[in-house]
Each structure stands twice: as C-alpha cells, then as structure tokens.
C-alpha cells in the first residue's frame, strides 16, 4: 500500500488526556498536511510542512495542538488536555512540491484519525 | 480572506440523471488554485481534479466535467449520467500558488438513488 496512513483509526479518550496521532505520507511527498474534520463540514486547514520545517500554522492550532515531522518523513500530532470540543476526524494528506517550478499541488488523504473526546 | 461557497447542502437524483454541482470561490489572488474532492461513506478524500486559474479551458473525464468560469468565480463540476457509486460528499477547494492557505467548501451531500 503506498497511499497516506494515519494511526490510530479511532481514539477514545478522557478529557484533560493528551493524545498523539501518526502520519505516514507518501514516500517521495515532500509536503505533509494537517486538517481537522468536523461532522457536516468541510476540512479545516491546521498546519503543513514542507520536508521537515513547519511553514504555516492556522488559528484553530492552540497552543495544546503541537506538530511535529523530525526527518521529513511521518508527522505526529499531539493534542495536550484534551476537550470535548477536539472531538473530531483529524485528516493528514501529503503531496510533492517541486522547486524551480510548478508546485504539484494534489493532494492526497489519509482515512484520518476520529478522535472522541468524553 | 479566501473562501468558498457551496451553496447546493444536498442534491438528490435517480440514476442516469445528470447533475451539476456548484462552487463559487472568494479571493484576492491572482494565481491560486482550484480543486475538487470526493469523500464516499466510507470517509477517505479522494482527489479528483486541480485546477491553475491561468487555465479556463473546461476539462472532462470520463463521465466527469468542469467548468471554470473566472468572470463569474465559479467552478463547477457535473457528473453525467450519474451512478449510484456516485454518491458521496463533494468538496471544491481553493488554495493560493505555493499551496498554501487552503481553503475547504462546506460540500454538498449527493445522494443517487436506483
């Protein structure tokens, strides 16, 4: 399988928990994407990286949400003192960037991560 | 701010029906990007086309068609002679030239019925 994989699939965790989810992008994807997912509603941008640096890093990101991508490979994203309101699908979706020209810009999704906050 | 509208929340159609679904794009950029997603029930975004703004040539593949109309800030899909494996949650989104700032629409249900 050489598509995104996120882990874990669900997660169930108690309020005031921390939580980290994993992401692997496709090998040679040099940019990885974090989203969050609402029900009902459209992706919300939460942060990317372009190999290991974190170039850009929405509003929603409070500062309980950190990312990381070390060796510019998988990503984790680490959610401090959980609250109800996390409860939500975390999407990660990777794509290549080239330099000196035309950025490709598709990007492709993992299943996600639901996360369930009680 | 960059936004997009997908003002059609559900569309319903029998099959073989052709539907159009709409996206209407805000942005002060003069270069930016233009996609659309699938997201089946089985919850997993699958990419269908991206789009450079310099290019308004309408695109078709397949069953599937695009147009861009930059006049009007629109880019709409339609699926022609719809399926039942059509249905899904469709999503038109928006980002600028370095693939930054991007930008979902809040999707529209489609449900093809037998």
């Known amino acids: 399988d050489t598509g995104v994989s996120q882990d874990p699939r669900h997660k169930i965790t108690k309020r005031g928990q921390n939580v980290t989810f994993r992401c692997d992008p496709i090998?040679?994807?040099?940019?990885l994407y974090w989203y969050r997912q609402t029900l009902g509603q459209g992706p919300e941008f939460l942060t990317y990286?372009?190999?290991?640096?974190?170039?850009?890093k929405s509003r929603l990101l409070s500062d309980r949400f950190s990312a990381e991508r070390p060796k510019g490979s998988f990503s984790t994203l680490e959610i401090q003192r959980t609250e109800q309101g996390d409860s939500a699908m975390y999407l990660c979706?990777?794509?290549?960037?080239?330099?000196?020209?035309?950025?490709?810009?598709?990007?492709?999704f993992g299943p996600g991560t639901r996360l369930t906050v009680t | 701010a960059q936004k997009v509208t997908q003002a059609q929340t559900e569309i319903s159609v029998v099959e073989k029906e052709d539907v159009t679904l709409d996206c209407v794009y805000e942005?002060?950029?003069?270069?930016?990007?233009l996609f659309w997603y699938k997201q089946p029930p089985s919850g997993e975004l699958v990419f269908l086309i991206r789009?450079?703004?310099?290019?308004?040539q309408n695109e078709i593949s397949g069953r599937y068609s695009w147009n861009f109309q930059k006049s009007t800030s629109s880019f709409n899909f339609t699926i022609t002679a719809s399926q039942v494996v059509d249905s899904a949650v469709y999503f038109c989104?928006?980002?600028?030239?370095?693939?930054?700032?991007?930008?979902f629409g809040p999707g529209t249900r489609l449900s093809v019925l037998p």
């Open positions: 979706a990777s794509s290549l960037s080239l330099a000196g020209g035309p950025a490709l810009l598709d990007q492709y």
């Open positions: 090998s040679e994807h040099n940019r």
């Open positions: 990286f372009q190999n290991e640096a974190q170039l850009e």
């Open positions: 942005t002060r950029d003069t270069t930016y990007y």
């Open positions: 789009r450079n703004s310099f290019d308004e």
């Open positions: 989104a928006l980002s600028d030239n370095y693939g930054q700032n991007f930008v």
